[in-house]
């Protein structure tokens, strides 16, 4: 990422304007044209950079739950895996890690019962057991670049 990129990452993790331009609106405060913010983001989510650009919902908010699950997934089933795991509508944040469980990720979901099925349908379809680490506390950690 060049200063520009990591410009626009800082900028969009403050929020994004509710209004009938919001593009042009962040565009304008990071100096730059509609048309070039708009071929960044694509570029960032093109490469990888950036893995989602859209809203995140509290969705302890709305009456459901989060879920941490971690996984053990040998290195050459993790892309298959992946791949099934986030196709999945309610898995969010899905990362690989250097450790014994190395797929990590979020679900959001209405209910426990909810929760219990998506955690059988993902074992079932991956033939890998999940852990599932209920939230207890929500903890704040915001990433920002060096421009």
């Known amino acids: 990422m060049d200063a520009v990129d990591r410009n626009i990452v800082n ?20 100096g730059m044209d509609e048309d070039e913010l708009i071929r960044r983001i694509d570029s960032l989510l093109e490469q990888g950079l950036l893995n989602r650009f859209g809203p995140m919902y509290n969705v302890e908010s709305m ?10 997934i040998p290195e050459d089933e ?17 990362y690989q890690r250097e450790h014994l469980f190395n797929m990590w990720f979020v679900l959001a979901v209405e209910s426990e019962s909810e ?3 998506l955690l059988a349908r993902i ?6 057991t999940v ?3 209920p ?3 929500e903890f704040y950690v915001g990433l920002k670049f060096d421009a």
Do not use: W
């Open 123 to 128: 074992e079932t379809q991956t033939g890998y």
């Open 131 to 133: 852990f599932d680490m």
């Open 115 to 117: 929760k219990e099925h």
């Open 78 to 94: 993790f892309e298959r895996v992946a791949s099934i795991v986030n196709g999945f509508r309610e898995v969010a944040h899905n």
């Open 135 to 137: 939230k207890q506390q």
């Open 11 to 30: 900028r969009l993790q403050g929020g994004f304007p509710v209004c009938e331009y919001p593009f042009r609106e962040v565009a304008v405060e990071l």
């Open 63 to 72: 009456g459901g739950i989060y879920s941490l699950v971690a996984m053990q």
